[in-house]
């Protein structure tokens, strides 16, 4: 099981870290990606990492260069550290572990992957 947190209600320019928490097994060799969905909106593929053989990470364009995630491996944690966040990045974010498919696959598939997540608020 991995849960998410970290999310809150912050301005335009605002920095978040959310974290992927596994427990009941090691997560380093999974693949863990972030997903997001916001009202009336697809379901996107955030962010997401390769297991640590690999290590490949994978963004999506609209946040890129904002985004960065990231494996700790002793805390059993993925992280997703976000600046300059802006009112479209508003929605619930969570987290899966997968342990077949890359970081590409994982985010390339966003409708594949669902659970509780933690929500993200942008405003003013």
């Known amino acids: 099981q991995v849960v998410a947190s970290g999310g809150g209600s912050v301005q335009p320019g605002g920095s978040l870290r959310l974290s992927c928490v596994a427990s009941?097994?090691?997560?380093?060799?999974?693949?863990v990606g972030w997903f997001r969905q916001a009202p009336g909106k697809e379901r996107e593929g955030v962010s997401c990492?390769?297991?640590?053989?690999?290590?490949?990470?994978v963004y999506a364009d609209s946040v890129k260069g904002r985004f960065t995630i990231s494996r700790d491996v002793a805390k059993n944690t993925v992280f997703l550290d976000m600046i300059v966040l802006k009112p479209e990045d508003s929605a619930v974010y969570h987290c899966?572990?997968?342990?077949?498919?890359?970081?590409?696959?994982?985010?390339?598939?966003?409708?594949?992957?669902w659970g509780q997540g933690t929500q993200v608020t942008v405003s003013s």
């Open positions: 009941g097994f090691t997560l380093k060799h999974y693949a």
């Open positions: 990492i390769s297991g640590v053989d690999d290590g490949k990470t």
């Open positions: 899966t572990a997968d342990p077949e498919r890359t970081a590409e696959a994982m985010c390339g598939n966003p409708q594949d992957y």
